[in-house]
Antibody
Framework: QVQLVQSGAEVKKPGASVKVSCKASGYTFTSYGISWVRQAPGQGLEWMGWISAYNGNTNYAQKLQGRVTMTTDTSTSTAYMELRSLRSDDTAVYYC??????????????WGQGTLVTVSS | EIVLTQSPATLSLSPGERATLSCRASQSVSSYLAWYQQKPGQAPRLLIYDASNRATGIPARFSGSGSGTDFTLTISSLEPEDFAVYYCQQRSNPLTFGPGTKVDIK
């Protein structure tokens, strides 16, 4: 069965960086993309960006351009999302989700369990 | 960026009742609209894609309709496990979500 398993919760100080992993299993990793979506406490869903696991192409949300990098390791079927220069308003649960291989847009048919990132001094 | 608006913000209903949730796009998204269900402490779950197609394993009481800018998610008869928040999502770049509709128990 398809599974996306994310790394554990993180606590970071403002200005630091965080890297969240998302290990895929149960499907051919390189036949899909991965989108990253975050959810601040009590808020809605915000799309952060997408990466193709086939060729590494990326598409980032404009508000995060320059602070976010998404990568994949096809040898381990793992996707990574790194967010730099963390601020308090980056505190959120971060989700990875399986997406279309050629472009972002979904539908996002399988989701990881979420990783809570807390940014606090 | 395409903005999605959902109404109502909260829908208070009893088990067995019919739920009708609306999603409106600021410009046409053709039929490229999905619906997700999210329960507290859980990841979202895909219910409907391309406006009217049920995702794998989704019960038939969930149905979607619409095209262009106006879409509807209908739950024909609410089960206790259906009380949750529902989000719509469109796929034009950048991908965007609606603000959600909370379906709670009356």
């Amino acid at each position: 069965q398809v599974q996306l398993v994310q790394s554990g919760a993180e606590v970071k100080k403002p200005g630091a960086s965080v890297k969240v992993s998302c290990k895929a299993s149960g499907y051919t990793f390189t036949s899909y993309g991965i989108s990253w979506v975050r959810q601040a406490p009590g808020q809605g869903l915000e799309w952060m960006g997408w990466i193709s696991a086939y060729n590494g192409n990326t598409n980032y949300a404009q508000k995060l351009q320059g602070r976010v990098t998404m990568t994949t390791d096809t040898s381990t079927s793992t996707a990574y999302m790194e967010l730099r220069s963390l601020r308090s308003d980056d505190t959120a649960v971060y989700y990875c989700a399986r997406d279309f291989v050629a472009a972002a847009g979904g539908p996002l048919d399988y989701w990881g369990q979420g990783t809570l990132v807390t940014v606090s001094s | 960026e395409i903005v999605l608006t959902q109404s109502p913000a909260t829908l208070s209903l009893s088990p067995g009742e019919r739920a009708t949730l609306s999603c409106r796009a600021s410009q046409s998204v053709s039929s490229y609209l999905a619906w997700y269900q999210q329960k507290p402490g859980q990841a979202p779950r895909l219910l409907i894609y391309d406006a009217s197609n049920r995702a794998t394993g989704i019960p038939a009481r969930f149905s979607g309709s619409g095209s262009g800018t106006d879409f509807t998610l209908t739950i024909s008869s609410l089960e206790p496990e259906d009380f949750a928040v529902y989000y719509c999502q469109q796929r034009s770049n950048p991908l965007t979500f609606g603000p959600g509709t909370k379906v709670d128990i009356k």
